[in-house]
């Protein structure tokens, strides 16, 4: 029979190896990212970052793209998160536990359902009616592409901020309540500021979801590799990372400096990505540490 | 229903996708072009019938880029294009020794939205087509219509339809389009992003043609040329429709090429709008 110390030891040693690997991966992943986008680097310099024209075999200036991923991802963030917030603190705070499973199997219904689907209803519903409502001549823009990017996020959003402010134990809204604070203004002062880690992780994730998103926005944002003009108006067609891979990576294998350049791509979106999060981390411990 | 082909498109795809595969030498993987996809879809599943065995043969969209990059680097048995190779991808992918199998031929048709051909726009110059994809034109009114700024509707890059179309245009069939202002890849999307608009205008295979989406004819002189006109032999935008090979092809590959230049094959290449092999004559 095995020792309940050489169990552990064998657990310890599993769960170092599997973590070890997850994290190795990762870092594969990234080394192989900057070694098939070198060449672009090479042949286009800081040009590929700060380009403005992409035309495969010609030129390769990653700016529009990288612009339509940034700016859709928190144009949807800033439009899904009031809702979460406000979603969330009603199911956390207000609903009985029966209400609040209902609400929250419905949300994590809504959040597994395929990006496919949502863009078929963009292309359908949503994009004709932001033609409509905004007087446009064309309903596939960046703010169309944000705005359903925000509703695809949501549901993720509203039920992670959810488990956040469930996890604030109970005897904190009991004091709260003791002192005389009303349950509305427990939330307030108590209970989201307790949450803050919980809430910012909800976001980091819904934030990884609308940047990867892909088909979604592939056929809602118009799918023009130029700028905008002037650059703030969203109501214009432009291009994100994730649809600029999916309309030309399966024809691009193998063809050089094009493929090299999507992976350049790639490697902006992976950084950015991870430039949000730690810039999240640091956020919050400096709101600890205050 | 506007985006119903949309729909169904993905759906078919999803369910070609699906099937239980048979042994390894009885399934058959094609790619690339959505201007050849359904007709292929329809011979494969005409095929499968009569070949009297299990077969399983996939079709994918993608483009016809992506249709010579399959064949090429082998991730797909056959490619499926609606255009020449480029001499680029010639270069690119020359030791795969690329084989074209031409099944039929198309005529691309410049399109609008049915509102701009109701309201008086039903033919266009070639320097009206240029001008418009280039930005000089872009309101309605200029070329004889509605006081309404111009959806010009592009494809991506490496698309049949593009090179067939900007071929003729601009006498390039990799032009750029500064006047664009959404680019599409599928017929589908195409189609559907053209039926949704008011004001737009686009290049379609004549086959996707439909109630919402109009073909314009092409003025040369004081001709109107109409894609839909099979008696009208000088239309001038045709391009081949072919399945791609790396070398030779071999085995259920072979059987399914020849099955598509048979009778029964090019039956259903008549049937689908585009013409067959044997009437290359009637298309310039």
Redesign the interface.
């Known amino acids: 029979m095995f020792q309940p110390r050489s169990i552990a030891i064998f657990f310890r040693v599993l769960v170092t190896v599997l973590a070890l690997t997850a994290t190795g991966l990762i870092v594969l992943f990234f080394l192989f990212l900057v070694k098939e986008s070198l060449p672009v680097f090479q042949a286009e310099g800081v040009g590929f970052l700060t380009g403005r024209d992409w035309w495969a075999g010609e030129s390769y200036g990653a700016w529009p793209m990288i612009f339509g991923s940034a700016i859709v991802t928190l144009l949807a963030l800033g439009l899904a998160l009031p809702f979460a917030l406000a979603g969330a603190v009603v199911a956390s705070e207000f609903l009985s536990s029966r209400l609040r499973w209902w609400a929250k199997s419905l949300m994590e219904l809504f959040a597994g359902v395929p990006g496919i689907v949502y863009g078929l209803l963009g292309v359908g519903v949503l994009a004709p009616a932001v033609k409509e409502f905004f007087g446009l001549i064309d309903g596939n823009t960046l703010f169309t592409a944000a705005l359903l990017l925000g509703i695809m996020v949501l549901p993720t959003l509203l039920t992670l901020a959810d488990d956040a402010l469930h996890a604030v134990p109970g005897k904190f809204r009991d004091q709260a309540q003791s002192l005389g604070l009303s349950r509305l203004r427990t939330v307030w002062a108590v209970v989201l500021p307790q949450a803050k880690a919980g809430l910012l992780g909800a976001v980091f994730l819904g934030l990884g979801r609308a940047m990867g998103e892909t088909i979604a926005v592939m056929l809602v944002i118009g799918g023009r590799d130029r700028m905008p003009a002037p650059w703030y108006n969203l109501f214009q067609p432009g291009q994100s990372i994730p649809s600029k891979l999916g309309r030309e990576a399966a024809e691009a294998v193998g063809a050089g400096l094009q493929w090299n350049a999507l992976m350049g791509l790639g490697l902006m979106l992976f950084l950015m990505v991870l430039g949000m999060t730690v810039a999240g981390h640091l956020f919050l411990k400096r709101g600890r540490a205050a | 229903m ?2 119903s082909g ?2 169904l498109a ?1 759906l078919l795809c999803h369910a070609a996708s699906t099937q239980a595969a048979p042994a390894a030498e009885n399934r058959l993987l094609v790619m690339g072009s959505t201007t050849v996809l359904p007709v292929a879809s329809l011979a494969a599943e005409e095929f499968t019938r009569r070949s009297g065995r299990e077969v399983s043969i996939t079709i994918n969209p ?2 016809s ?2 249709g010579v ?2 064949a ?2 082998g ?1 797909a048995s056959i490619g499926m294009i609606s255009r020449e190779i480029s001499s ?1 991808e010639h270069k ?1 992918f020359a030791e795969a020794r690329l084989k074209t199998h031409v099944i039929g031929h198309d005529r691309v048709a410049c399109v609008v939205s049915s509102e701009i051909y109701q309201a008086g726009v039903q033919s266009l110059s070639r320097e009206e087509i240029r001008a418009i994809y280039q930005g000089t034109i872009t309101n309605w009114k200029e070329v004889g219509g509605p006081d ?2 111009i ?1 010009v509707v592009d494809k ?3 698309r049949g339809t593009r090179h067939a179309f900007m071929r003729y245009v601009f006498g390039d069939p ?1 032009a ?1 389009a500064p006047g ?6 599928s017929n589908n ?1 195409e189609q ?2 053209i039926a ?2 008011d ?2 205008v686009g290049m379609l295979s004549t086959a996707w043609i439909s109630d919402e989406v109009a073909g314009v004819g092409i003025r040369e002189g004081q001709a109107v040329l109409v894609s839909n006109d099979a008696s009208q032999i000088a239309y001038p935008i045709v391009r081949p429709l072919s399945l791609v090979t790396a070398g030779e092809p071999a085995g259920l590959a072979r059987e399914f090429i020849e099955f598509m230049l048979a009778p029964a094959g090019q039956a259903l290449v008549e049937n689908f709008g585009y013409y067959p092999v044997a009437a290359a004559d009637r298309v310039r």
């Open positions: 506007k985006i949309f729909f993905a993608g483009g880029g992506v990059n399959s090429a680097t991730r680029d690119r309404r700024e959806v991506e890059r490496h990799t750029r664009a202002r959404l680019v599409t890849g999307e559907a992003k949704a608009s004001a737009a």
